[in-house]
């Protein structure tokens, strides 16, 4: 290289009063993709290389990463589903849901597809006649569960008992890392349980009641206004112990609200958006 000629040319941009020597390496330079002060290098017409005035080289950006970086941020904020955007966040770890508020809604499908909301079971204001209102057992469930499978026959007794007087129970079913899903249809054909099943494949609406370290077994119980008035963290104690007074209590007010005045149920609408009758008038279907 030290005995490598050095050529002396002038910038083919530049005028005729203006042109200044630049020094341009040999051909073999043009190899190089920058020189030392990260300006892109020209090749010029003899084969030489000009360091006139280039745009830096900017790094290239992976489009669909960020695309898709967006899209998971979208729907873990619940964003792209209406049904969740208005959702309450999560508890932190080691907290617990506040008793007499709203209780969080989940939209889930049970195994037959059949699709299932709280928001339909148990919600404020007057009754519908096509979703009657109703105190729901939410109790949370995965077939790894061992204090959730010895405590089955026990959520099945006390079906028993409250069912008849409007208790409407609701089992969510997680799903196992590896066949989940087979291993819990295997679960239910050997077990004929006497209410709905629901799952939660993702553990979605299981964060909103128990945080973002879902930890088994756990209950709520739910008024017919869709208030949560008693919880249960762990498998210390029976259901009847401690759910029975407050299933009571909450089935009383269940039955005074049915049968005291004004609980009539909000009848559907028999009138289209014109105001004339409809030739048949059919109740709500509930969104898929």
């Given at each position: 290289m030290?005995?490598m000629?050095?050529?002396?040319?002038?910038?083919?941009?530049?005028?005729?009063?203006?042109?200044?020597?630049v020094?341009?390496?040999?051909?073999?330079?043009?190899?190089?993709?920058?020189?030392?002060?990260?300006?892109?290098?020209?090749?010029?017409?003899?084969?030489?290389?000009?360091?006139?005035?280039?745009?830096?080289?900017?790094?290239?950006?992976?489009?669909?990463?960020?695309?898709?970086?967006?899209?998971?941020?979208?729907?873990?904020?619940?964003?792209?589903?209406?049904?969740?955007?208005?959702?309450?966040?999560?508890?932190?770890?080691?907290?617990?849901?506040?008793?007499?508020?709203?209780?969080?809604?989940?939209?889930?499908?049970?195994?037959?597809?059949?699709?299932?909301?709280?928001?339909?079971?148990?919600?404020?204001?007057?009754?519908?006649?096509?979703?009657?209102?109703?105190?729901?057992?939410?109790?949370?469930?995965?077939?790894?569960?061992?204090?959730?499978?010895?405590?089955?026959?026990?959520?099945?007794?006390?079906?028993?008992?409250?069912?008849?007087?409007?208790?409407?129970?609701?089992?969510?079913?997680l799903?196992?890392?590896?066949?989940?899903?087979?291993?819990?249809e295997?679960?239910?054909?050997?077990?004929k349980?006497?209410?709905?099943?629901?799952?939660?494949?993702?553990?979605?609406?299981?964060?909103?009641?128990?945080?973002?370290?879902?930890?088994?077994?756990?209950s709520?119980?739910?008024?017919?206004?869709?208030?949560?008035?008693?919880s249960?963290?762990?498998?210390?104690g029976?259901?009847?112990?401690?759910?029975?007074?407050?299933?009571?209590?909450?089935?009383?007010?269940?039955?005074?609200?049915?049968?005291?005045?004004?609980?009539?149920?909000?009848?559907?609408?028999?009138?289209?958006?014109?105001g004339?009758?409809?030739?048949?008038a059919?109740?709500a279907?509930?969104?898929?």
């Open positions: 030290k005995n000629p050095t050529t002396l040319t002038l910038h083919p941009r530049a005028s005729a009063s203006t042109r200044h020597p020094i341009a390496e040999p051909r073999r330079c043009a190899e190089a993709a920058c020189n030392d002060r990260g300006v892109r290098a020209k090749a010029t017409t003899n084969g030489h290389l000009s360091t006139g005035v280039q745009r830096p080289m900017r790094p290239r950006r992976g489009r669909c990463a960020w695309i898709t970086a967006c899209i998971a941020v979208l729907i873990g904020s619940g964003t792209l589903d209406p049904a969740l955007s208005t959702a309450k966040p999560a508890p932190k770890k080691g907290t617990q849901l506040e008793l007499n508020v709203a209780a969080p809604d989940f939209r889930l499908r049970a195994l037959d597809g059949a699709m299932v909301k709280l928001s339909d079971l148990a919600y404020p204001g007057r009754e519908r006649s096509y979703a009657p209102k109703s105190p729901v057992f939410l109790d949370f469930f995965r077939t790894d569960c061992k204090p959730c499978l010895e405590a089955m026959p026990e959520l099945v007794a006390l079906n028993n008992k409250y069912a008849p007087r409007g208790l409407k129970v609701v089992l969510v079913a799903l196992e890392d590896q066949d989940g899903r087979g291993k819990l295997q679960y239910l054909a050997t077990q349980l006497p209410f709905v099943v629901v799952v939660d494949g993702n553990q979605m609406f299981a964060k909103r009641y128990l945080g973002e370290v879902v930890t088994l077994p756990a709520f119980l739910i008024d017919r206004e869709g208030l949560l008035k008693q249960k963290y762990g498998a210390m029976t259901y009847e112990e401690h759910f029975g007074a407050d299933i009571t209590a909450t089935l009383e007010a269940h039955a005074a609200a049915t049968s005291g005045p004004g609980s009539k149920p909000e009848p559907a609408s028999t009138t289209n958006t014109a004339t009758p409809n030739k048949t059919k109740p279907r509930l969104a898929p």
